[in-house]
């Protein structure tokens, strides 16, 4: 693969084809540097444009990122009112970015909930990069796991209140599939920067055999190198799911 030959490290069979990205720490980054928080999440955004860039250069084909959870609406309104402003902000300034990387932005999670300028700029961004074929970057905004699973059992449960679905036939790729993620295939990969080491509520359905690297590095810290890092430990690991390692060699 051309995009690899600044990379010989990795195996190029040995990709992932989804990774998952917990990006943690800006607060702790802006605190440590006397500053304050929104200014760990602006420099954050620099980090957010090379881990694009280098998925898009290895061949990544997704790459979802937990910007804004639920939980994080019970900010101070100060810190949210910023963080909206510098989403806006920050779609407009990267779209070059991602149209140069044939990088395609799509969302996830209850977008209705975000502010009416910030909601236009992403469907705006989406429609014009939706023929980008490189790499697809989800941003998840006002997103939960439990969330995402109760807006799924109401749709499952409407179906059966309404004769149109029997109960028995509940499956696992049923509920997959009613998700607001099932297009995208699970991640191979979730990393998660900071030093924190639990997932906050996070594709908590999709990540069932994900491989989990947990890095010290704060998120505005985190280099291509770090990325580099994150890929070279997953491709030490032996990815059973649930199997057995003679299993897995047949």
Not at 81 to 91: C, E, F, G, Q, R
Not at 117 to 139: G, P, S, V
């Given at each position: 693969?051309?995009?690899?030959?600044?990379?010989?490290?990795?195996?190029?069979?040995?990709?992932?084809?989804?990774?998952?990205?917990?990006?943690?720490?800006?607060?702790?980054?802006?605190?440590?540097?006397?500053?304050?928080?929104?200014?760990?999440h602006h420099k954050g955004v620099d980090a957010v444009r090379?881990?694009?860039?280098?998925?898009?250069?290895?061949?990544?084909?997704?790459?979802?990122?937990?910007?804004?959870?639920?939980?994080?609406?019970?900010?101070?309104?100060?810190?949210?009112?910023?963080?909206?402003?510098?989403?806006?902000?920050?779609?407009?300034?990267?779209?070059?970015?991602?149209?140069?990387?044939?990088?395609?932005?799509?969302?996830l999670g209850n977008i209705s909930q975000l502010p009416g300028n910030?909601?236009?700029?992403?469907?705006?961004?989406?429609?014009?990069?939706?023929?980008?074929?490189?790499?697809?970057?989800?941003?998840?905004?006002?997103?939960?796991?439990?969330?995402?699973?109760?807006?799924?059992?109401?749709?499952?449960?409407?179906?059966?209140?309404?004769?149109?679905?029997?109960?028995?036939?509940?499956?696992?790729?049923?509920?997959?599939?009613?998700?607001?993620?099932?297009?995208?295939?699970?991640?191979?990969?979730?990393?998660?920067?900071?030093?924190?080491?639990?997932?906050?509520?996070?594709?908590?359905?999709?990540?069932?055999?994900?491989?989990?690297?947990?890095?010290?590095?704060?998120?505005?810290?985190?280099?291509?190198?770090?990325?580099?890092?994150?890929?070279?430990?997953?491709?030490?690991?032996?990815?059973?799911?649930?199997?057995?390692?003679?299993?897995?060699?047949?």
């Amino acid at each position: 693969m051309e995009q690899l030959l600044n990379y010989p490290q990795i195996q190029s069979n040995k990709i992932p084809t989804h990774v998952a990205i917990i990006m943690d720490g800006n607060g702790r980054w802006a605190k440590k540097q006397g500053l304050m928080r929104i200014f760990g999440h602006h420099k954050g955004v620099d980090a957010v444009r090379g881990a694009i860039e280098f998925a898009a250069e290895i061949g990544i084909k997704y790459v979802t990122m937990y910007a804004f959870s639920t939980e994080n609406w019970n900010r101070p309104p100060i810190e949210v009112n910023a963080l909206m402003k510098l989403l806006v902000d920050s779609i407009e300034k990267e779209l070059p970015t991602l149209m140069k990387n044939g990088i395609r932005l799509k969302t996830l999670g209850n977008i209705s909930q975000l502010p009416g300028n910030c909601a236009e700029q992403l469907f705006k961004a989406e429609e014009q990069t939706k023929n980008n074929d490189n790499t697809t970057l989800i941003l998840a905004l006002s997103y939960s796991g439990r969330w995402d699973i109760t807006q799924a059992m109401k749709k499952i449960g409407n179906d059966i209140q309404n004769g149109l679905l029997d109960p028995n036939s509940i499956t696992d790729e049923l509920i997959g599939e009613t998700l607001n993620t099932a297009q995208y295939p699970d991640p191979d990969l979730l990393i998660r920067t900071s030093g924190e080491q639990r997932i906050s509520n996070f594709l908590l359905w999709e990540i069932a055999y994900s491989e989990v690297y947990f890095t010290e590095v704060l998120w505005p810290d985190f280099t291509k190198q770090h990325f580099l890092d994150a890929i070279l430990d997953y491709q030490n690991r032996e990815r059973r799911f649930g199997k057995t390692t003679e299993q897995i060699a047949k």
